[in-house]
């Protein structure tokens, strides 16, 4: 079974430009998290999605960020007009409805982002 | 405000020496916790969790951890590190008031075992 897959792995953009990030579940998992790691700091939760509706959005920064996912597959975050501080590592994490909230989510590798 | 601590940036032991990575946590009643390990250019990999009962918890790869509500830690453990468990560790936990249940992670913990 295929996991949870991030592309690009690395992204390096200046100031101003737009960046897409894509997540691609794993195959047949409602849900779909997008976090966030901050240089040397903790992951920090942005979004949720169950299948296509945004479920919980209160961790995205500000409205430069958007979120979608058509038809409840992949995911894309789109950060316009990105900023210095937008830089880290965007992790995109999957899970299957069984046990609740107590549901192991299963992570991607991570897109480094860098803004110069 | 829930909120995680992994007081050690990094943990440096030899091989074969016990490893402990230390987690406490402040959420309002019980959560789940959980560990997740990440190796270099690699995504985060579950290790085990603590949704109920037995407070030693058994995960992949030989580690443990004791979840210990008086001292709010889940400590992981593992008796005897290998070179190959080099990697960074996160701890995180899952309000379970929060119906929808993200994660609060820690900032994470650098383990460095030395042959």
């Known amino acids: 079974e295929a996991g949870v897959t991030q592309f690009p792995s690395h992204s390096v953009i200046e100031k101003g430009q737009t960046v897409t990030l894509r997540c691609d579940p794993i195959?047949?998992?409602?849900?779909l998290y997008w976090y966030r790691r901050v240089m040397g700091k903790e992951i920090k939760f942005l979004l949720h999605?169950?299948?296509?509706?945004?479920?919980?959005e209160s961790g995205m920064p500000n409205n430069r960020f958007l979120a979608e996912r058509t038809g409840g597959t992949y995911s894309t975050l789109k950060v316009q007009p990105a900023e210095l501080e937008d830089s880290g590592v965007y992790f995109c994490?999957?899970?299957?409805?069984?046990?609740?909230?107590?549901?192991?989510?299963?992570f991607g590798p991570g897109t480094r982002l860098t803004v110069l | 405000a829930q909120s995680v601590a992994q007081p050690e940036d990094q943990v440096n032991v030899a091989e074969g020496n016990p490893l402990t990575v230390k987690c406490t946590y402040s959420?309002?009643?019980?959560?789940?916790l959980f560990w997740y390990v990440q190796y270099p250019n690699r995504g985060l990999q579950f290790l085990l969790k603590?949704?109920?009962?037995?407070?030693l918890v058994k995960g992949s790869y030989g580690f443990e951890a004791e979840f210990n509500k008086s001292q709010t830690s889940f400590h992981l453990k593992k008796p005897s590190a290998l070179v190959s468990d080099s990697a960074l560790y996160f701890c995180?936990?899952?309000?379970?008031?929060?119906?929808?249940?993200?994660?609060?992670f820690g900032a994470g913990t650098q383990v460095v075992v030395t042959p």
């Open positions: 959420v309002s009643g019980n959560p789940y």
């Open positions: 999605f169950v299948k296509e509706s945004k479920q919980d």
């Open positions: 195959s047949g998992h409602d849900n």
């Open positions: 994490a999957s899970s299957q409805p069984g046990q609740g909230i107590a549901d192991t989510q299963y």
């Open positions: 995180a936990v899952r309000d379970r008031t929060d119906s929808w249940g993200k994660f609060q």
């Open positions: 603590y949704i109920t009962g037995d407070n």
